[in-house]
């Protein structure tokens, strides 16, 4: 058997090192390449987080009261046009249907010292100190018997949770 020169070993190193360089490579690659698939995911829940919004806006529950006006009538009104048990009923089973599996959802509508608020599924909280989240914020406006324009300000928010 023939001994290695110092050119031999020179030779196995630079072979040795490619071979580093080339994992190495493929492992930032392969990382690069996972990042877009992760902001398309997120950013197909932000889309999940303003249709959900526009849905609870724009659909009744009743004719002509949406499924946020009659939360804010609940939250301001002493009688108001939709039963606040029943809203809430009706507005979990929409929740149910329309949310992302493995994520909750939130809604809630405060106006100076009340608040009215939904999570679905139960026991979910509000999500504020989720790790992901993707909110969704507007007003709901509502005209009282006396004139007043009153801004009801709204948050529906996506998040994370373990599966329940």
Known sequence: MASLNNRGVADILAIA???????????????????????ATDRQLELKSEHLYKTLELAWVRPGVSFLRAAAENLLLEQPIVPGPYLRSVMENALEYLRPSGYAVAVSLSYENASWE????????????????FPRQG???LTMAGGENIAVPVTVRIFEIAEI
């Open 118 to 133: 939904l999570s679905w599924p139960e026991g979910a909280g509000l999500g504020l100190g989720a790790e992901k989240q």
């Open 17 to 39: 090192f490619m071979f580093v360089i080339l994992v190495l490579a493929a492992v930032f690659m392969h990382s690069y390449s996972l990042r877009p698939l992760r902001a």
């Open 139 to 141: 007003e709901m406006r």
